[in-house]
């Protein structure tokens, strides 16, 4: 690499993604952002989604690896959080450059995100 140069992103973005293209993930972090800010304990999530704690510890700790999600220890319980500002910045990446080669579909018609 050379002096510098900020390292190229699209590494850490390509994990995120691939993390995130995983039914079981997009759930976790979809039902994260529902009870954001506050999160989830591990139990509350478990319940939800109906998945076994083993499963669940591993998606959780590949959401986390890949900076998605975050963890506070609460006693003896684990609290879950989305990342909310990682996620933005992953969109944000993908955003970056829509439509920057064409002028038929204005920026602004596709980067706007809401509810349906």
């Known amino acids: 690499m050379k002096q510098g140069r900020e390292p190229d992103p699209i590494p850490r973005y390509a994990g995120m993604l691939q993390a995130l293209g995983n039914e079981p993930r997009l759930r976790i972090v979809r ?4 009870a954001y800010p506050d999160g989830m304990v591990v139990n509350q999530v ?19 690896n890949e900076e ?6 609460e006693g003896t319980f684990l609290r879950y959080n989305a990342n909310a500002e990682a996620l933005r910045e992953v969109l944000q990446f993908l955003f970056s450059s829509c439509c920057s080669r064409s002028t038929a579909v204005k920026a602004e018609s596709v980067i706007q995100i809401g509810k349906r």
């Not at 039902?31 to 529902?34: C, D, T, Y």
């Not at 704690?53 to 700790?61: G, R, V, Y």
């Open 31 to 34: 039902l994260l952002l529902e």
């Open 46 to 64: 478990q319940e939800e989604l109906g998945i076994a704690a083993s499963t669940l510890s591993h998606h959780l700790e590949k959401l986390k």
């Open 68 to 73: 998605l999600v975050t963890v506070s220890r």
